[in-house]
Nanobody, 125 residues
């Protein structure tokens, strides 16, 4: 069983930065690809970024390319999302998700079997 817990959300002004963390329980963490999704009020959950189980492949939605960076640290059983140059439209609840042996191409929520509880990110203008 894999459990995920996000942290690092908060309130930040436009142009600022936040680093989200996803702590993952389970000895097989290194076999899981990870992703970040977000959901704004009244909107569907949308894909943000993903990293393969091996860590050598990443993929981002167009709106965050060049601003967000996804990474992982297998020694710490953790994944991260560094968010720079934040915009008000980035405001949402951010969720981390895990999929075993994901190669970094899974972008749909139903492709992921494990989810965290979410962390709120609010960007003020």
């Amino acid at each position: 069983q894999v459990q995920l817990v996000e942290s690092g959300g908060g309130l930040v002004q436009a142009g600022g930065s936040l680093r989200l963390s996803c702590a993952v329980s389970g000895r097989t963490f290194r076999t899981y690809g990870m992703a970040w999704f977000r959901q704004a009020p009244g909107k569907k959950r949308e894909f943000v970024a993903t990293i393969s189980w091996s860590g050598d492949s990443t993929y981002y939605t167009n709106s965050v390319k060049g601003r967000f960076t996804i990474s992982r640290d297998n020694a710490k059983n953790a994944g991260y999302l560094q968010m720079n140059s934040l915009k008000p439209e980035d405001t949402a609840v951010y969720y981390c998700a895990a999929k075993q042996y994901s190669t970094g191409t899974a972008v749909l929520p139903n492709e992921y079997g494990y989810w965290g509880q979410g962390t709120q990110v609010t960007v003020s203008s």
